[in-house]
């Protein structure tokens, strides 16, 4: 899967053509530990669309990574991983819902600051 | 004689404005025409604002009759709007709880889905007035998409209208030309140089 991938799924669906508006993170998120971390903030009201992540991982082991919705990861994503050690990844995802904002869960049990870094790109509706 | 003309709101076009400032408009409210001089013309644009959620809606369920109160209308005022889901939901719309059907056929009711944007790009089959703050619309949005959904939200957009009533006399005139009943000399040079334009502005029957 690739960007014009996700432009064609755009292009499907009426309430991402004529609704949808791109919503990113502005840096990084870094993940230190397995706890649920806030990927990325829905504008207030808004339904979020993920299509793409990048991942980098500069932690001693493979990482592997759950994202949803909330504290719980209700509304989860199937995991996506492992992330190779030393290794840059941009993922494609087919415009996965998220009815508000996003959270990850990694298993890198102990990284250091910025090993990890993940940044989310999606669609916002409703803002 | 009054020139009378009816405005073509439901063309596949961008939304207009149905009048401009000091124009005349007619308004067709349960059955009968209401006439008025139009004072303001002000547009609505689409936004967090005029978007309202109906809630959550549990699968193969509906979020049942909901007000509207974010295209309420003041006294003396006719909102014109159209509206489009946010969300994956087909909207029942009703002008007044439940008595008011709207987009009825004899044996069925259309609703709007996030695909009637697929044939109608302009949403301009969503057209729909609400007069006064007596007059609100109601919304049921149900969900047919196999799972729960959070929320359930209706954007609109469109103009409104600030309205100042013509001469009860006037308004009686134009009344009885629009039927074609033959009015008395006086009644003719009442309204021998208004220009009214007509809107459907309410379903009911």
Redo the contacts between chains.
């Keep these: 899967m690739d960007g014009s991938t996700i432009n064609s799924l755009v292009s499907l669906?009426?309430?991402l053509?004529?609704?949808g508006r791109l919503h990113s993170s502005l840096t990084p998120v870094s993940i230190v530990d397995t706890s649920n971390t806030l990927l990325l903030t829905a504008p207030?009201?808004a339904?979020l669309y993920l299509y793409c992540l990048m991942v980098y991982n500069n932690n001693a082991s493979n990482v592997s990574l759950s994202i949803g919705t909330g504290a719980s990861l209700t509304e989860r994503m199937v995991r996506t991983g492992p992330y190779i050690t030393d290794f840059h990844y941009t993922e494609w995802f087919p415009l996965i819902r998220f009815?508000?904002d996003i959270y990850v869960t990694s298993s890198a049990a102990s990284a250091s600051a910025d090993d990890v870094e993940i940044q989310a790109f999606a669609i916002a509706?409703?803002? | 004689m009054a020139s009378i003309s009816v405005a073509r709101v439901y063309d596949p076009q961008q939304i207009q404005p149905v009048v401009e400032t000091g124009q005349n408009l007619g308004v067709l409210v349960q059955g009968d025409w209401l006439f008025f001089r139009v004072d303001h013309v002000e547009a609505v644009p689409a936004s967090r604002q005029t978007t309202q959620d109906l809630g959550s809606v549990a699968d193969a369920s509906s979020s049942g009759e909901t007000e509207i109160t974010v295209v309420r209308a003041q006294d003396g005022n006719l909102l014109h709007v159209r509206m489009f889901p946010l969300d994956d939901v087909e909207l029942d719309i009703f002008h007044g709880r439940s008595t008011g059907g709207r987009h009825t056929t004899y044996s069925t009711k259309a609703r709007i889905s996030p695909s009637t944007a697929n044939l109608d790009n302009y949403h301009s089959l969503s057209t729909a007035f609400v007069f006064g703050k007596d007059r609100p619309m109601y919304i049921n949005a149900y969900n047919e998409t196999g799972y729960a959904l959070a929320q359930s939200r209706v954007r609109f957009f469109g103009y409104r209208y600030r309205l100042d009533p013509l001469a009860p006399l006037v308004g009686s005139a134009l009344r009885k030309h629009i039927r074609g009943i033959e009015l008395e000399p006086g009644e003719m040079d009442l309204i021998k140089n208004l220009k009214v334009t007509l809107v459907p502005a309410e379903g009911r029957e």
Excluded: A, E, F, L
């Design positions: 669906d009426p309430i053509r004529n609704s207030t009201g339904t009815q508000g509706v409703g803002q």
